[in-house]
């Protein structure tokens, strides 16, 4: 079988540092002979494990101009079904041949004696977060890294014995696990039930902090944000990651975008005008 060539390219010696975009198929084949000027990639691994020379031979060459990172979809950390461990040992294997050393999943739930395909949130209680902890502590022993753990969107909770803020620092804490700061998340659920964004950001734990993701939503209401990744970033969510740099130090961040696709252009202009957006924050941003 013959192997696709690609045109190798030299990588722009300016990327924006710090902003990186998550990885689509939509534009993959423009990322590998343009090889644009991002920070970082981020991936999600169920979309490449398992598909054959092409697939390795793609990624071994983003590996060798990017860094990349990789965010999963299917890990169910918060279910009370077993650990998939034959899939975590094929994680393992994948991150390790890449030599990928971020792995990131949701803070949440997806499966109940099989996946639901939905981001289900977990109910806020210390029978839960020690559940989950366990989970976690399993999880790292497995793929030998620390897992990083995302705050997702919600939009009603199960059981609210620990508010959500206080819930995730015990999980961090915990299990000695990190945070994948979704500063769109934290807005979103702001809106929808009526707490502080800039108290939650100001009171999460800055050391525990790895990355951060933003995306766009959709106002279906005044008080009733969705969290889609399918629009450009709001200005006040811009403002919030503005904060949470100021408070916690600089951290990369990944743009999302996972519906209503643009040009790669596109993307690339949207980073270009959140570089400038978060300007005030001086130079430490861009030494980081």
Same mark, same amino acid.
């Given at each position: 079988m013959r192997r696709r060539q690609v045109?190798?390219?030299?990588?722009?010696?300016?990327?924006?540092?710090?902003?990186? $975009?998550?990885?689509?198929?939509? =534009? !993959? #084949?423009?990322?590998?002979?343009?090889?644009?000027?991002?920070?970082?990639w981020e991936i999600a691994p169920e979309n490449w494990m398992g598909r054959g020379n092409l697939a390795e031979y793609q990624l071994d060459y983003l590996r060798d101009h990017y860094p990349i990172s990789s965010h999963g979809l299917s890990l169910s950390i918060g279910s009370q079904d077993p650990l998939d461990e034959?899939? $975590?040992l094929?994680?393992?294997? =994948? !991150? #390790?041949?890449?030599?990928?050393?971020?792995?990131?999943e949701h803070l949440s739930y997806c499966s109940v004696g099989g996946h639901l395909y939905d981001l289900l949130p977990i109910p806020f209680t210390e029978a839960a977060a020690e559940h989950v902890i366990a989970?976690?502590?399993?999880?790292?022993?497995?793929?030998?890294?620390p897992l990083v753990l995302?705050?997702?969107?919600?939009?009603?909770s199960a059981a609210t014995e620990l508010d959500e803020l206080s819930f995730i620092k015990r999980i961090l804490q915990g299990a000695d696990c990190?945070?994948?700061?979704?500063?769109?998340?934290?807005?979103?659920?702001?809106?929808n039930h009526g707490y502080d964004a800039r108290q939650f950001i100001r009171g999460l734990?800055?050391?525990?902090?790895?990355?951060?993701?933003?995306?766009?939503?959709?106002?279906?209401?005044?008080?009733?944000?969705?969290?889609t990744h399918g629009a450009g970033v709001k200005p006040a969510v811009v403002e919030l990651l503005h904060l949470a740099q100021q408070v916690h130090g600089p951290f990369a961040v990944v743009l999302e975008r996972?519906?209503?696709?643009?040009?790669?252009?596109?993307?690339?202009?949207?980073?270009?005008?959140?570089?400038?957006?978060?300007q005030p924050l001086g130079e430490a941003l861009h030494d980081k």
């Open positions: 045109r190798r390219a030299t990588l722009t010696p300016n990327p924006i540092p710090s902003l990186g $975009l998550g990885l689509r198929r939509e =534009f !993959l #084949d423009q990322v590998l002979t343009e090889l644009p000027a991002v920070a970082q034959t899939f $975590l094929r994680l393992k294997a =994948f !991150l #390790d041949r890449f030599s990928i050393n971020r792995y990131s989970r976690v502590r399993r999880v790292q022993e497995i793929i030998e890294r995302e705050n997702i969107s919600y939009y009603a990190e945070l994948l700061l979704d500063v769109n998340n934290v807005y979103v659920n702001s809106i734990p800055s050391s525990r902090i790895t990355y951060g993701h933003i995306a766009g939503h959709h106002e279906e209401a005044p008080d009733l944000l969705i969290d996972d519906f209503n696709i643009p040009p790669l252009g596109e993307l690339l202009n949207e980073l270009y005008e959140l570089d400038q957006q978060l």
